[in-house]
């Protein structure tokens, strides 16, 4: 399975990103091994994610997400009320 997720960084931070192992890239992020962006902000917390059956899916969503403004982002997460 493939995911396309939104993580809130320790600052506030929203970061998107997409995956094929959710809890390995959570963890990694944690950890300070995720992504450049997240390094100096941990912890991070799962805010939003969505599955995909094929990666392309989930990469056309998280370019779809990143281009979203902050607020847009965070109406998102409010309505996936994870």
Known sequence: MNYTYILRCADGTLYTGWT???????KAHNSGKGAKYTKNRL???L??????STKE???SREWHIKRLKRAE???LIE???L
């Open 20 to 26: 094929n192992d959710l809890d390995a890239r959570l």
């Open 43 to 45: 912890p991070v917390e």
């Open 47 to 52: 805010v939003y994610f969505e599955k995909f």
């Open 57 to 59: 899916e989930a990469m």
């Open 73 to 75: 982002k965070l109406r």
């Open 79 to 81: 309505e996936s009320a």
